[in-house]
Structures are given as C-alpha cells and as structure tokens.
C-alpha cells in the first residue's frame, strides 16, 4: 500500500493509504503503484485519484506538487478538497474559493473603515494640543 497525505496552508487535509494513484495535471495522467522509483509531480490544476480495494476517492488540488518516495506520497497544495468525485470535489473547492473571497472583501472593508476612524482620531488629537 502507499501511503498518502495532503497538506494545504490550513494544515493536514488528508492521510490515507492506497493501492494505486492516477495523478491528472496539465501533462497528462500518471500513474503511481507501490514501489515507483521516486518522483516529483507538479499539479496545477489537477486531481489526484486514490484506488483502495473497491473504493476510488478523488484529491482535486490547485497549485500544487507531489513528492512520492518510499511508498508514501506528500502533497503540499495550495487548495485543495476531497471527494467521492472529481466534479463535485471540484464543485465544493469553488465554493470555499467563493466563500474566501467574500470574507476577504468583508476583511478589507473592515480594515478601510478603521483606518478611516483612526485617521479622524488622529485629527482631533492633534486638533486639541494646539488649544
């Protein structure tokens, strides 16, 4: 079996073992089975699917590599999410990219009205050492 785990800036995604994977980027398909000589994969986007017995699982990562040494597989990954499915996976990724995207513009909107407020802070402190 090979072991496989996937790392984002969240931290640890996923750890699981496998007998065989299929990795898709923008090169093609690869395929890794337990012993492959050691390899580095980039993945940008793709998805990684996972053979266990009868069940097949799907990593879909964006901006992404994988290192594969000694049966064990590392993916460090920018985003990525698990699923029974490449679309759907893929699905769920754009919807937790969509979700980000408004919490980042609520951030910055935030920030831009405290920044106005200590600007009009900083003005009456100043208005009133002159007095």
Do not use: C, W
């Amino acid at each position: 079996m090979i072991k496989i785990n996937v790392v984002t800036p969240e931290g640890k995604l996923f750890e699981e073992e496998a007998s065989i994977l299929i990795i898709r980027n923008s090169d093609g398909e690869q395929a890794i089975m337990k012993n492959h000589i050691p390899v580095v994969i980039t993945i940008n986007p793709g998805y990684i699917r996972l053979k266990k017995n009868d069940e097949v699982l799907y990593v879909t990562i964006v901006g992404g590599f994988l290192e594969f040494s000694n049966n064990t597989v590392n993916v460090v990954a920018q985003e990525a999410e698990v699923g029974r499915d490449h679309e759907n996976a893929l699905k769920h990724l754009a919807e937790l990219r969509s979700q980000r995207l408004s919490e980042n513009k609520r951030k910055n909107i935030d920030f831009t009205k405290a920044e106005r407020e200590l600007r009009e802070q900083i003005k009456k402190i100043n208005a009133s050492k002159y007095q």
